[in-house]
């Protein structure tokens, strides 16, 4: 099994909708979650990171964390063609500045 | 805005060869990280640096890694004879301690012929 499993893409939503990208991980202790954004070739960007269940919203971004589920999404509202990208999921077990562990990514394309 | 820097942009190499990836962290960020990417493939973790001495080196960071902080500033990974497999985009990160915030910064990309 997978560390962090992140849902196969790619995924294509319309300009405007709503794009919703998942995240399951292996660890229950898991203590600290990201999302980056990483263009092609490029590094990767933070988008978001949640500690504690619940949602987290910044601007159009939501993340959601479940610990019980051992599940962590995010949310993209009024997506933009500037979205489109790959997203990754990462878990850190420590809160001191341990690793991360990444998932593989989905892949979002925005259809203008 | 602060950023971690990293040079060369772009590393050729011949296999057997030794190459030294070279990272400027964030000034008074204090955990350093070294990740690898394979073309189309995840971001693996490799290496975290803290006061001076390795914290925790995952199974690909093997004898023929090595990492330094040799000047306070810089933070080197040096891969003593390359393998073709080493063929990846190298990112380094750090995080100031005060923050879980890992910042990247841009990336080598290292071939190896």
């Known amino acids: 099994q997978k560390e962090v499993e992140q849902n196969s893409g790619p995924l294509s939503v319309p300009e405007g909708a709503i794009a919703s990208l998942n995240c399951t991980y292996s660890?229950?202790?898991?203590?600290?979650f990201f999302w980056y954004r990483q263009y092609s070739g490029k590094s990767p960007e933070l988008i978001m990171s949640?500690?504690?269940?619940g949602d987290k919203e910044d601007g159009r971004f939501t993340a959601q964390l479940n610990k019980a589920s051992q599940y962590v999404s995010l949310l993209i509202r009024d997506s933009q063609p500037s979205d489109s990208a790959t997203y990754l999921c990462?878990?850190?077990?420590?809160?001191?500045?341990?690793?991360?562990?990444f998932g593989d990514g989905t892949t979002l394309t925005v259809k203008p | 805005e602060p950023e971690v820097t990293q040079t060369p942009s772009h590393q050729v190499t011949q296999m057997g060869q030794e190459v030294i990836l070279r990272c400027v962290p964030i000034?008074?960020?204090?955990?350093f990280y070294w990740y690898r990417q394979i073309l189309g493939q995840k971001v693996e973790f490799l290496v975290s640096?803290?006061?001076?001495?390795?914290?925790?080196k995952s199974e690909i960071f093997d004898d023929q890694f090595s990492v330094e902080r040799p000047d306070g500033s810089n933070f080197t990974l040096k891969i003593r004879s390359t393998k073709l497999e080493d063929s990846a985009m190298y990112f380094c990160?750090?995080?100031?301690?005060?923050?879980?915030?890992?910042?990247f910064g841009p990336g080598t990309r290292l071939l190896v012929l």
């Open positions: 990462a878990v850190n077990l420590d809160t001191n500045a341990g690793k991360s562990t």
């Open positions: 660890d229950r202790v898991s203590q600290s």
């Open positions: 949640i500690y504690s269940n």
């Open positions: 000034s008074n960020h204090l955990y």
């Open positions: 640096f803290y006061n001076n001495e390795i914290s925790e």
């Open positions: 990160a750090s995080i100031s301690g005060v923050s879980e915030t890992q910042y």
